[in-house]
């Protein structure tokens, strides 16, 4: 994972995060069942090059929906990989299932 992914590790660190960012926020959600897993580790490439070409004007938060159930619930993910964009704390734009740089990257259009 890039290093310009934020990893929670419970939802208070979620939330500090969100409240720390002042940029929207890619907030992308993994599950960490069997049949999620090989998607979310396809989507880790994809959303840490999202995370290294838009450093600066957009935070990527890749968030275990286990570790992290109120933000899950907060955003109605209720499958894995999601992304939610995030601006001041409000979803924005939402994308569920795998998706490729383009789809992330139609997903931000508009919104950065």
Known sequence: MAKRVHQPRED?????????SGVPVLAYFIGTWPKAVEACRAMD???GGIADAYAGRLTVVRTDMT???AAT????????PS?????EGEAVAHGTGPM????VRNLLAGHL
Do not use: S
Request: charged share 20%.
């Open 12 to 20: 208070a660190e979620f939330d500090f995060i969100l409240g720390m």
């Open 45 to 47: 490439l994809v959303v």
């Open 67 to 69: 570790r992290c159930p």
């Open 73 to 80: 619930g907060r955003y109605g993910v209720t499958g894995a």
């Open 83 to 87: 992304c939610v964009l995030l601006k």
């Open 100 to 103: 490729t740089t383009a789809e």
